[in-house]
């Protein structure tokens, strides 16, 4: 179905529920063992009695978590993922959760942690040259964007082949940049670290089934947190289609040409289809399914000036787009709650971050003059910090849904340059 225009403004109505009277808030704690490559269980039938408490106490709880109080909407009945989250992607907070940290196949949700880890090594004007060795080693039935051995592809190319398609050979050429799948894989597990997602373990960089490969809806909302910081990733996740280059051939004339084919994001919320509208603010973030998995999701929206993270994991409910429906009614519930319910635990800042307060630069200093830079995405906004970015248009001309989360004011997120942002706004730019 090809992507609406424009976004589609709709509500979703709240079921009633009778929800768990649930205890208050325990102070956070941050005491979870690391998946062990060796050890790593695979994915349990049932959630643990006991799971990290990274976040707070409340989050390492099976089952349901949220403060319900007078004014508090309570939580739509027809969700049933194994796992979910929603946090506020700004302050951190975490408004209501199930089973947050309960460890399971992330599919192709993990492919937000292999761009987290790679997209600030190379410029997106690199070029490849794809080896037979390259696309070695994809699994069977592999989402592909259909890449060319013998071809050339610039690293924006291969991005948004990741992006968009969820492309597991986009995913095998970015790690033969990056000196192979394996150096891939144990620096995407050391950032993970890093970011304390530490319910996570990688096996395989593009989510493909594989025994032992872990993550949470927790941490599956960190790393999109970690992520949405940084500029290019916000462009690409919220890019809607884009040309993609084929394969070389010769026309009627011998002449040598490249034709290109449209590729168009498969995230449900952000395109729409037959059977679901494109979400009022939504801006990305990934998507993913697998046999083992499921469907799984990842989800950036703002409305109203909030900004929220929602992560969605296997739904029993085996209905087409289920896993985009249950977000949206996450989501829906979490714009009228916010402001109104107590967090029951917090998304934590990266182990070796500075927590700066909005206003700082990547010193960690206030930004008297109100602009910042981004060391992330590698590109400034100077004294335009406070103009929203405009429309995302791809190298190929090919526009997207715009860049989705734009930069205001100078409260802008730092994480490679060391200082973590919170507090921060991340405004959407509508086209």
């Known amino acids: 179905m090809p992507a609406p225009m424009k976004t589609a403004r709709r509500s979703l109505l709240l079921a009633s529920a009778t929800l768990l009277s649930l205890s208050l808030t325990a102070p956070a704690a941050f005491a979870a063992p690391r998946p062990s490559p060796t050890s790593t269980p695979s994915p349990s039938a049932t959630p643990p009695a006991n799971m990290s408490t990274v976040g707070g106490a409340r989050l390492g709880r099976p089952g349901t978590q949220v403060n319900l109080a007078s004014g508090v909407p309570v939580l ?96 095998h050429v970015l790690s033969a940049m990056n000196k192979g799948v394996e150096n891939t894989v144990k620096e995407m597990n050391q950032h993970a670290e890093e970011l304390q997602a530490l319910d996570t373990h990688v096996v395989s960089p593009d989510g493909y089934d594989a025994p032992g490969q872990v993550s949470s809806a927790y941490d599956l909302t960190l790393i999109a947190r970690s992520g949405l910081q940084k500029k290019d990733f916000r462009e690409y996740c919220s890019t809607v289609t884009a040309k993609f280059p084929g394969e070389t051939t010769k026309n009627k004339k011998g002449k040598t040409v490249r034709k290109s084919f449209e590729i168009q994001n498969t995230n449900r919320l952000l395109t729409g289809d037959y059977d679901i509208s494109q979400y009022q603010g939504i801006a990305g973030v990934k998507n993913g399914n697998t046999t083992n998995a499921g469907a799984t999701f990842t989800g950036v929206a703002e409305r109203g000036g909030k900004v929220l993270l929602v992560t969605v994991m296997n739904p029993e409910k085996d209905e087409h787009n289920e896993v985009y429906k249950e977000t949206a009614r996450l989501f829906d519930w979490g714009f009228k709650a916010a402001g109104k319910v107590q967090p029951v635990g917090e998304l934590v800042p990266p182990k070796g971050a500075t927590v700066a307060q909005p206003g700082a630069t990547a010193s960690g200093k206030a930004n008297a003059a109100g602009g910042s830079g981004e060391a992330g995405g590698g590109v400034g906004t100077g004294g335009e910090s406070a103009k929203p970015v405009a429309s995302a248009t791809t190298a190929s001309g090919s526009s997207g849904i715009g860049i989705a989360l734009a930069i205001t004011g100078g409260l802008l997120a730092l994480l490679a340059g060391g200082a973590f942002l919170v507090n921060r706004r991340w405004p959407l730019h509508r086209r």
């Not at 796992?83 to 199930?98: K, M, N, P, R, T």
């Not at 696309?135 to 990741?162: C, F, P, Q, R």
């Open 76 to 171: 739509p009945k027809d969700v049933t993922a194994r796992s979910w989250i929603i946090a506020d992607a700004e302050s951190g907070e975490v408004l209501a959760a199930h089973n947050a940290h309960w460890r399971l196949a992330p599919a192709s949700t993990l492919k937000m942690l292999f761009a987290d880890t790679l997209l600030p090594k190379f410029p997106k004007t690199a070029t490849r040259k794809v080896a037979p060795s390259d696309l070695a080693g994809i699994g069977s039935g592999s989402s592909m964007v259909g890449i060319k051995e013998n071809e050339t592809y610039t690293v924006h190319d291969l991005w948004l082949g990741v992006f968009l398609r969820s492309g597991n050979d986009a995913v």
